[in-house]
């Protein structure tokens, strides 16, 4: 049998991707190898979201080409984010790759794998069905319309174009049936879910629909935006017994004048009433956020209302950024970069070590209590599994526990992982 390694880079809609690119593999027969030298089928499922992500994207290309020479008959593909419409710059650098795909396109590689190994790949695209596992994501809606001055996501992923409920409902029946328990909803911005659509329907009437899926257990969501979490949204997920209280919404910036440059259409104000307004009506919810320190212009005291932000709201996780410039978008065209690297490095640090005493702190405060958490695998012989509110948490069994819903008491508490052990 032929066997294929996918490399993934960057965020869980890549990741998701990769999934599908998987299963798409599986179902022609082709099965997976951990040893990208050994594999017939090469893919790089390639970010440029960051400068650190493209550059390793890049040496990975670089290191295929003497694989590549080495075996002609090799098949390597570049997908993902680095794939622009037009890839003539792409195929004139690495001339050794055969296929470049644009996210979630990869009709072309299996239509070569198809000829190569004499199986007609129509058909093998279309929902997860190889190796779902016990949580898995479904994409609802691909793109992005925002713009936000610093992102080349919509440059690459193209605008917003959300999938219809009925079929995002009949792909999670099937994954369920296939023993998935838990599935996240996917999308760069998912409260954006649906305004494309006949009706009026939001990712809160997609929620509710996936809700009634009967073999599911939990249902999460990501990533959200500020701009377009409505009430509505807000009060489904409150009200739903499988939708986990967790959100994660990226306010990007403290300060408002910074807030306007990105383009980000909130400000700091507004931001923190949302918060409010998730806390209050949710009980016992989580919150993680993204932002970005040394945007174009930022000041010292404009990078404070950032830190500000960071200790006032007390998230349970921050994905913190060091900017840098992605070429094409609103903010390379029209800003300086004029953080110094060292500064950058600076704030990004800042903020990492007062998150990382923030996140002990209230993960602290969960010592001592039982959590009932989805046992999703096995790392370095351990089990592990999420709370409903996203708290990674390990555990100690003899018995396979995959795919079971355990409760487990909570021993030992730091900065990014509990570990406890097993009470039922
Ligand atoms: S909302 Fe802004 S940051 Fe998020 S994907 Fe869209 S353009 Fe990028």
Redesign the pocket.
């Known amino acids: 049998m032929e066997s294929y390694y996918i490399w993934t880079v960057g965020c869980q809609m890549n990741k998701a991707d990769s999934e599908r690119m998987e299963s798409a593999l599986g179902q022609m027969g082709l099965g997976p190898t951990d040893a990208p030298h050994d594999a017939d089928v090469i893919v790089l499922n390639s970010c440029v979201?960051r400068e650190s992500a493209e550059d390793r994207v890049i040496g990975m290309l670089t290191s295929l080409k003497p694989v590549k020479q080495k075996d002609p008959n090799k098949v390597v593909a570049l997908m993902g984010c680095m794939v622009g419409p037009q890839t003539k710059t792409l195929q004139k650098r690495y001339p050794y790759v055969d296929a470049f795909m644009q996210p979630q396109q990869f009709g072309q590689l299996l239509e070569i794998v198809g000829e190569r190994i004499g199986v007609d790949p129509e058909g093998c695209v279309g929902p997860l069905t190889a190796n779902a596992g016990v949580a898995t994501y479904i994409p609802i809606i691909h793109g992005?319309?925002?713009?936000?001055a610093?992102?080349?996501?919509?440059y690459r992923?193209g605008r917003e174009e959300s999938r219809p409920v009925d079929e995002i409902v009949h792909e999670a029946r099937m994954l369920a049936r296939r023993g998935v328990k838990e599935i996240t909803l996917l999308g760069?911005?998912v409260d954006s879910y649906g305004h494309d659509l006949p009706g009026s329907v939001d990712l809160g009437n997609l929620l509710s629909a996936v809700n009634e899926v009967e073999e599911l257990e939990r249902v999460r969501f990501l990533?959200s935006?500020p701009y377009d979490m409505s009430d509505h949204i807000i009060d489904t997920i409150a009200q739903l017994d499988k939708v986990c209280e967790h959100v994660n919404l990226?306010f990007?910036a403290g300060d408002d004048q910074v807030l306007t440059n990105m383009?980000?259409g909130y400000s700091n104000d507004d931001y923190r009433a949302i918060v409010e307004k998730i806390r209050k009506r949710i009980p016992n919810v989580s919150l993680a956020t993204?932002l970005i320190v040394g945007f174009s212009g930022e000041t010292e005291p404009q990078f404070q209302r950032t830190l500000e932000m960071v200790r006032d709201i007390r998230f349970d996780k921050v994905h913190s950024a060091a900017y840098s410039t992605r070429p094409g978008t609103i903010a390379a065209r029209m800003m300086d970069d004029d953080v110094p690297h060292e500064e950058k490095k600076r704030r990004l640090n800042a903020i990492d070590t007062l998150q990382e005493s923030v996140s002990a702190e209230i993960n602290l405060a969960l010592q001592g209590t039982t959590q009932e958490i989805l046992v999703e695998g096995q790392k370095r012989g351990r089990w592990f599994g999420r709370t409903r509110n996203d708290k990674l948490v390990y555990f100690d069994d003899e018995i396979n526990r995959s795919g079971e819903m355990v409760k487990v008491r909570i021993e030992q508490a730091g900065s990014w992982s509990l570990q406890g052990a097993l009470t039922v």
């Open positions: 979201v992005c319309d925002k713009f936000c610093f992102c080349i996501i919509p992923r760069q911005n990533t935006h990226p990007q383009r980000r993204d």
